[in-house]
């Protein structure tokens, strides 16, 4: 069974510091990874999608990688600011089979200080 | 907008009473999902649609439990006599069917359900 795990649980960092934040899968099987952001309250925003065969992308300030072979998978923030402040959602999509569902973590929520 | 959209965005009601609740997906896309997220948790699948077909339903979809996707478009997620443990928030998501980044799943705004 596919258990994503996120760590930190929540994070409290500067203003304009640059921030890593961890998502672990157990099963290496994936067919790709989704980071998505959450505000309190809301929807879901998917910030990156990396396919299985990717080793990371890029969206502005927003850098995720993948290693599929030790499970692990990191969104980097680059000068982060207060507008950051939300929780973020791994959730990954498993190869083969009839599946298309996402698995999540339980989210990092982070809060940047002004 | 051409986002997903949900209806409604909140409801409160009481235990025992049925409740329905609407989706719209992003026009082009043809893949439709329902997840639950409860507080402080990351959403759970509850099932997917691929035009009017239901593929795939998670053990979390009880009897209570019926989403319809009659003409491949809107789809509703109906739960009967509500219980506490409803309680949540219900996303709907849709992407398209084909490879790679085609596969990205958008998420709508969700609909806020509460028990009483």
């Given at each position: 069974?596919?258990?994503?795990?996120?760590?930190?649980?929540?994070?409290?960092?500067?203003?304009?510091?640059?921030?890593?934040?961890?998502?672990?899968?157990?099963?290496?099987?994936?067919?790709?990874?989704?980071?998505?952001?959450?505000?309190?309250?809301?929807?879901?925003?998917?910030l990156l999608l990396i396919q299985s065969s990717q080793r990371?992308?890029?969206?502005?300030?927003?850098?995720?990688?993948?290693?599929?072979?030790?499970?692990?998978?990191?969104?980097?923030?680059?000068?982060?600011?207060?507008?950051?402040?939300?929780?973020?959602?791994?959730?990954?999509?498993?190869?083969?089979?009839?599946?298309?569902?996402?698995?999540?973590?339980?989210?990092?929520?982070?809060?940047?200080?002004? | 907008d051409t986002g997903v959209s949900q209806d409604p965005r909140h409801k409160i009601t009481k235990r025992g009473q049925n409740v329905t609740f609407r989706c719209d997906p992003?026009?082009?896309?043809?893949?439709?999902?329902?997840?639950?997220?409860?507080?402080?948790?990351g959403p759970e699948f509850l099932t997917y649609f691929q035009n009017e077909a239901q593929l795939e339903k998670s053990r979390l979809l009880s009897d209570r439990f019926s989403a319809e996707r009659p003409k491949g478009s809107f789809s509703t997620l109906e739960i009967q006599r509500t219980e506490q443990g409803d309680s949540a928030m219900y996303l709907c998501a849709s992407s398209l069917v084909g490879t790679g980044s085609q596969n990205e799943q958008f998420f709508g705004p969700g609909t806020r359900l509460t028990v009483l």
């Open positions: 069974k596919q258990e994503v795990t996120q760590i930190p649980a929540a994070l409290s960092v500067p203003e304009g510091e640059n921030l890593v934040l961890n998502c672990s899968f157990t099963d290496s099987a994936i067919y790709n990874l989704q980071w998505f952001r959450q505000d309190p309250g809301k929807g879901l925003t998917s990371e992308q890029t969206s502005g300030r927003l850098n995720a990688s993948l290693d599929k072979s030790s499970g692990r998978s990191t969104l980097y923030i680059a000068a982060s600011q207060p507008g950051d402040s939300a929780t973020y959602l791994c959730a990954v999509r498993l190869r083969g089979g009839a599946t298309n569902k996402l698995i999540f973590g339980t989210g990092t929520l982070l809060a940047v200080q002004p | 992003i026009s082009e896309h043809n893949r439709l999902y329902w997840y639950r997220q409860t507080l402080g948790q």
